[in-house]
């Protein structure tokens, strides 16, 4: 009923740039939290930074100044500007949004993921 599709992953050199976009489609009422989560091989999965319904927003110490998230409520997507990448950024990107639809309460969902490899 809900489908999360994240797009923009690729390679890129180190201290180049991406930007990720992941969009939400079906029969939602509302969308709550968005956020981006990353795995590397032989990781766990971490958070990477959120943004509210309103607009606030956090990130993991290990990006804070380099990544950028933000929404577009209208399209009912939500975007991760990576700049400055690094190599250790390395790793599959999850999206996830807390979210209400027409059949369910709010509850997750969750992308299957796009690949970000950065080069040195």
């Known amino acids: 009923q809900v489908q999360l599709v994240e797009s923009g992953g690729g390679l890129v050199q180190a201290g180049g740039s991406l930007r990720l976009s992941c969009a939400a489609s079906?029969?939602?009422?509302?969308?709550?939290?968005m956020g981006w989560y990353r795995q590397a091989p032989g990781k766990q999965r971490e958070l990477v930074a959120t943004?509210?319904?309103?607009?606030?927003?956090n990130y993991a110490d290990s990006v804070k100044g380099r990544f950028t998230i933000s929404r577009d409520n209208a399209k009912n997507t939500v975007y991760l500007q990576m700049n400055s990448l690094k190599p250790e950024d390395t790793a599959v990107y999850y999206c996830?949004?807390?979210?209400?639809?027409?059949?369910?309460?709010?509850?997750?969902?969750w992308g299957q993921g796009t690949q970000v490899t950065v080069s040195s």
């Open positions: 996830n949004a807390d979210l209400r639809s027409w059949l369910r309460p709010a509850s997750d969902y």
């Open positions: 943004i509210t319904s309103a607009g606030s927003t």
């Open positions: 079906g029969r939602i009422v509302s969308i709550n939290d």
